[in-house]
């Protein structure tokens, strides 16, 4: 008797065991490693594959200020997701877009990443990607914009409901900007290591027309020096020295790879960071006790840029064509 019950009991076990065992197997049999990263769960999904869309139907989202973590549907979140990142007043085809990419990028976000213990995603756009609450959202806006504004939000994720972004069958990881000053950078310029096929340098007319296409940054010598400082105590800067700031190289884009002040060569990415330029597409000019930084464009300038989506939906391009023209050779397809 005690041992068909220890046989029923293995046999439930096994039924349970078996399917949880080879359905993740199957899902991530298409595995692949990510170069770049240092998370243990690189495995990439294949679209191809069948795939439970319900397994991501909730996000575990990280409010950064107190910590907490909220359980939102997918949809929802990307409500609050697509309100905070681009203006509303954008054209309905470059919110459709930015939808998109949103959704992408989160799917992505979940299955290969693990910045976050215990939530699959964070607020914060530096880290993941912005969120607002509808009631912190509307709150921004003018009264009379808000219900307009909020509808144009809710067709973008209405509209693109279950499409995701992928290439050869794989979700891209969706990088998206503000401006790319008229050309998009590669990952490499950026943070060096690889690049992805489908995130290529492509121009875009019409960006300069946007606020966040041109702006400047002007330091003392002396503030310019105590900022270097900071994160290089050994720089030595004599600005009565010949080209005692120079440009050395250059990215395939055209933006600022490598500076050297004094004796410190700098990355554009850390120099931007430590004076808060715009972006790495810079010059600048030694004007008496000033130095004046002339900054084209805003954000990293990989994969879609926000002003250029919407410049592309003002001359007639939809949200499809506006997401292919940023990410080459992508499709878009249905979950
Ligand atoms: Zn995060």
Redesign the pocket.
């Known amino acids: 008797m005690k041992k068909s019950i220890l046989l029923f009991i293995i046999f439930m076990i096994l039924v349970f065991l078996i399917p949880s065992v080879f359905s993740r197997s199957f899902l991530f049999s298409n595995a692949e490693v990510k170069s770049g990263t240092q998370n243990n769960e690189n495995e990439k999904f294949n679209i191809e594959e069948p795939y439970d869309y319900n397994q991501h139907s909730t996000i575990r989202l ?1 409010h950064k200020a107190d910590q907490s973590v909220e359980e939102l549907p997918l949809d929802t979140y990307l409500l609050g997701v697509v309100s905070a990142e681009m203006p509303a007043n954008f054209e309905q085809e470059a919110l459709n877009a930015q939808a998109l990419v949103a959704r992408t990028y989160t799917l992505y976000t979940i299955i290969n990443s693990s ?2 213990e215990n939530a699959d ?2 607020d ?1 756009s530096a ?2 990607q912005a969120w607002l609450s509808k009631e912190d959202r509307l709150a921004k806006w003018e009264e009379n914009l808000r219900d307009e504004n909020w509808s144009k939000i809710e067709k973008a994720v209405n509209t693109t409901k279950g499409k995701v972004i992928t290439y050869e069958g794989n979700i891209i990881d969706a990088f998206f900007h503000s401006n790319s000053g008229g050309l998009t950078e590669t990952p490499a310029g950026v943070w060096g290591g690889t690049n992805y096929p489908y995130l290529q340098s492509v121009e875009t007319a019409g960006e300069d027309a946007y606020s966040q296409y041109s702006s400047e940054v002007i330091l003392t010598k002396e503030e310019l020096k105590n900022k270097i400082m900071e994160s290089h105590p050994d720089l030595i800067l004599d600005y009565n020295a010949e080209n005692p700031i120079e440009i050395t190289e250059y990215t395939e884009s055209n933006r600022v790879k490598t500076i050297r002040i004094g004796n410190i060569n700098l990355s554009g990415v850390e120099i931007r960071n430590l004076i808060g330029l715009r972006s790495t597409n810079f010059t600048f000019k030694i004007d008496g006790e000033n130095i004046v930084f002339s900054v084209i464009g805003y954000g990293h300038g990989v994969g879609m840029s926000q002003t250029g989506a919407d410049s592309m939906a003002k001359n007639g391009s939809n949200y499809e064509e506006i997401v292919k023209h940023f990410y080459t050779g992508v499709e878009i397809v249905n979950i």
Do not use: G, P, R, Y
């Open positions: 990280l910045k976050h995603i964070c914060d880290c993941c």
